[in-house]
């Protein structure tokens, strides 16, 4: 019998790539070898996904599913494949696999060579369905000198004089964007990618990586001699461009609001849809992904499911994301920010309107875990996990920082867990009289020695902090916890009485 699948789990995205082998030979049967500056995979301590996503090749020979465990309890997986997208026979799939390691692939070898398959992969614990990965697709296609400029081929390897084929692939990323036509992809093979000018994106374009996922990536932008300017910017004409699963190390931005990932500059060059999604940047100083417009505006960008870590100083700014001026209807979710020094933010935003964050995870931040600036407005911030934040220990900061115009508009901040940051939560306006915040059901427990729970700086208007669970069901084990510069300008009542 055949059905049509539900939808229920976030997305990392519909279409990866695999390659299995080095770059002087992708389409070998052997592992890659590249690395650069200690970004060997096999010795890198990579976090766990934080949702069951599979990743499916597209271009190559041979179509490879690849996804690691969702959770402990997983002992089996079946995959089924359609040529319809959403139809599936989950009584028949084409293949069983049990568990055998922490990442699980499966190669399909009878997909017919330009033909798009559509496939879903279940988890199963004790025999039960424990988890259904997302729709992915993908499409195999025969190794060729000839080329098609809309896939192209790039391998740091490769001599002068490709053509951008799969047999005879360009040598350099910006080689790839300017020969591919636009909607097409661009396809990285593994290999260390030495930028010497900027990559600039002012076309629809894709640029994948051999994997897709900066958990299994090899292909690895190294920055380090390009100066203090963007290694991959999305400019004028770039409208629903992605980037996903590179690897970014060695840059160097002193700009307090743009990224060695950029989207936007001004408005000659305010892309809209852009999707920068399982990246992976670390060792780099200043920003790291930015929405950056000095004037002008740009529309639903989504950052997703990337890795920032070991973020360092570029000039006075650290923040691993900076949302800066004129971006409407973005989203920050499922990335883990981790070991942000000093005084950087996980990610600071100013003058943005309808933005989500949400199962974020930010770890070992040296400022602000989240910051809500200035102009921001209509905000959702849920589910993310923020823990040893604000470990500069700097007095008006915390896990969730807000200032900037009282927020008059929504900001909602919902279902989080903030734990072990100096000021778990902090609100740093003078006048809160005119403020629409609602913080609820959230986990917020444990501050750094010295810090608070909570707590209001304002001296007019009280912060709204009902429904939250502080860690004990007794008021007098936390009350001493929450505090503000005006007496009794923190309403905690109604806290939970147990973890939500």
């Not at 990866?16 to 030979?25: H, I, K, P």
């Not at 959403?86 to 699980?104: L, R």
């Not at 001699?225 to 992605?242: P, Y």
């Not at 900076?322 to 990335?335: K, P």
Request: aromatic content about 8%; some cysteine; overall charge negative.
């Amino acid at each position: 019998m055949k059905t049509r699948i539900a939808s229920g789990l976030w997305v990392f995205l519909t279409v990866a790539v695999l390659l299995g082998a080095a770059c002087s030979n992708p389409f070998g049967s052997g592992s890659s070898g590249s690395t650069s500056g200690g970004s060997n995979t096999a010795e890198q301590d990579f976090p766990p996904p934080i949702e069951f996503a599979v990743f499916a090749t597209t271009g190559l020979p041979d179509i490879t599913l690849h996804w690691a465990e969702p959770n402990s309890s997983v002992n089996a997986y079946r995959v089924f494949r359609s040529e319809s997208s959403g139809d599936y026979d989950f009584s028949a799939p084409i293949a069983e696999i049990s568990s055998a390691g922490p990442e699980y692939s499966y190669v399909d070898t009878t997909a017919a060579m330009d033909t798009l398959y559509y496939y879903v992969v279940e988890a199963l614990a004790g025999g039960s369905v424990a988890d259904t990965s997302e729709e992915v697709s993908a499409t195999a296609r025969a190794v060729s000198a000839v080329a098609d400029l809309d896939f192209v081929y790039v391998d740091p390897s490769a001599p002068d004089g490709g053509n951008g084929s799969s047999g005879e692939p360009f040598n350099s990323i910006a080689a790839g964007v300017a020969g591919v036509n636009a909607g097409g992809t661009v396809l990285l093979f593994n290999g260390v990618y030495q930028l010497i000018t900027s990559v600039g994106i002012e076309k629809q374009v894709v640029i994948r990586s051999a994997t897709g996922s900066y958990l299994f990536s090899e292909a690895i932008i190294n920055a380090g001699e390009i100066g203090n300017t963007a290694a991959v910017e999305f400019l004028g004409g770039s409208d629903g461009s992605i980037l996903q699963g590179v690897r970014i190390t060695g840059a160097v931005r002193t700009s307090s609001s743009k990224g060695t990932i950029q989207v936007g500059s001004n408005s000659g060059n305010a892309p809209n849809d852009v999707k920068v999604l399982h990246n992976h940047l670390y060792a780099n100083q200043g920003v790291g992904i930015s929405n950056y417009m000095d004037s002008g505006e740009s529309h639903r960008t989504v950052i997703a499911g990337n890795w920032i870590t070991d973020h360092s100083g570029g000039g006075s700014v650290r923040h691993a994301v900076r949302i800066r001026d004129g971006l409407l209807g973005g989203r920050f979710e499922y990335n883990i920010i981790e070991n942000v020094e000093d005084s950087g933010a996980g990610i600071n935003i100013d003058n943005a309107s309808g933005f989500t964050i949400a199962g974020n995870h930010f770890k070992n931040i040296g400022g602000h875990g989240i910051n809500l600036g200035g102009g921001t407005n209509n905000f959702t911030v849920s589910d993310n996990l923020l823990e040893h934040t604000n470990t500069g220990e700097r007095a008006d900061g915390g896990g969730i920082r807000m200032y900037g115009a009282s927020h008059t508009t929504s900001v909602v901040i919902a279902g989080n867990t903030i734990v072990n940051s100096f000021n778990n939560i902090y609100q740093r306006d003078d006048d809160i009289s005119a403020s629409d915040i609602t913080i609820e059901n959230n986990t917020i427990v444990a501050p750094a020695p010295g810090s608070w729970l909570i707590y209001n700086a304002a001296t007019t208007g009280i912060l709204v902090t009902r429904g939250n669970w502080f860690g004990s069901a007794d008021e007098d084990d936390f009350r001493d916890d929450i505090g503000g510069a005006e007496e009794d300008n923190v309403d905690y009542s109604d806290w939970l009485t147990s973890a939500p």
